[in-house]
């Protein structure tokens, strides 16, 4: 939009993935070792920024920024009939990402060959992590003969956060 000293601008994004894959990840005939993955991206953001369009020796331009986004990325490795013992590895995690962010830039032209250049930027940032892997073995039976019994094994987990804040200029 266009003021009479300045045009405000707006970016706005938003970007989405799904992934459905399997594969054979050991590469034999023989049902070892099979992969299945499902995952998910969503990202969006949106910028506004004021920027100045009048002739003269000074020029800015000030504005911010916010953007959130989301991995999700579980992966299922199947160890198959062929392999002694049946089950399976969990790779399971979440990322979130949440940033908000202000600026500001002016240039003054002092004359033709000299000129000021000033910036300053605010960001803030928060990213959390929660992911473990799980190891399932299965075809096992406790209690009753012939009734399934599947152990989930945690073999590593993390659940963590963390915060960015920054001015820079």
């Known amino acids: 939009y266009n003021f ?3 045009t405000l ?3 706005s994004a938003y970007d989405h993935l799904y992934r459905y894959a399997a594969e ?3 590469g034999f005939p023989q049902i070892i070792v099979d992969d299945l993955y499902e995952n998910t991206i969503k990202q969006y953001s949106q910028e506004l920024r ?3 369009n009048t002739k003269g020796a000074l020029h800015w331009v000030l504005g ?3 953007s959130q986004d989301e991995i999700n990325t579980p992966r299922q490795e199947f160890l198959g009939t062929d392999f002694p013992v049946p089950g399976g590895l969990n790779a399971i995690y979440v990322q979130k990402t949440r940033a908000a962010a202000v600026f500001a830039h002016a240039d003054w032209s002092l004359d033709d060959k000299i000129q000021l250049v000033g ?3 605010y960001t803030n940032e928060r990213r959390r992590f929660d992911g473990r892997t799980i190891a399932t ?4 039976t406790i209690g009753v003969p012939g009734v399934p019994y599947t152990p989930d094994i945690i073999l590593a987990s993390n659940d963590s956060s963390r915060t960015f804040s920054d001015l820079s200029w």
């Open 50 to 52: 004021l920027t100045s």
């Open 24 to 26: 054979d990840a050991d």
């Open 9 to 11: 601008t707006s970016v």
């Open 4 to 6: 009479d000293t300045a």
């Open 119 to 121: 910036g300053l930027r």
């Open 137 to 140: 073995i299965t075809g096992n």
């Open 64 to 66: 911010g920024l916010l």
